[in-house]
């Protein structure tokens, strides 16, 4: 069974840190970008992070450049999303997806207005809440 999960959420001071984990099952991540989504009650998902299949192409939405860094170790079909200095503004729930890219696209991204449509499986999504 083809899946992605999502862990690492949880609660947090502002100005503290989380990591959270994106595992495949049922399929190898090798050929996949992975793209890290959040959606916050009342607002529209929005894209937070992508990481091409190769690892060499990153893209970090504006509100969490310098904060969040994005990873993978295909060795353990695992990404993460290292997230530093949280801010209110972040609680949301976490998605990643996975996109098929072939060798050619190694380090292409589906990032930008309605590239999320790309994404071939979405994870079940892990709550982030940041609050004193």
């Known amino acids: 069974q083809v899946q992605l999960v999502e862990s690492g959420g949880g609660l947090v001071q502002p100005g503290g840190s989380l990591k959270l984990s994106c595992a495949a099952s049922?399929?190898?991540?090798?050929?996949?970008?992975i793209g890290w989504f959040r959606q916050a009650p009342g607002k529209e998902r929005e894209g937070v992070s992508c990481?091409?299949?190769?690892?060499?192409?990153?893209y970090y939405a504006d509100s969490v450049k310098g904060r969040f860094t994005i990873s993978r170790d295909n060795a353990k079909n695992t990404v993460y999303l290292q997230m530093n200095n949280l801010k209110p503004e972040d609680t949301a729930v976490y998605y990643c997806?996975?996109?098929?890219?072939?060798?050619?696209?190694?380090?292409?991204?589906?990032w930008g207005p309605g590239k999320s449509l790309d994404y071939d499986y979405w994870g079940q999504g892990t709550q982030v809440t940041v609050s004193s």
């Open positions: 997806a996975a996109d098929y890219s072939d060798y050619s696209g190694r380090f292409y991204c589906p």
């Open positions: 049922g399929f190898t991540l090798d050929y996949y970008a």
């Open positions: 990481i091409s299949s190769s690892g060499g192409s990153t």
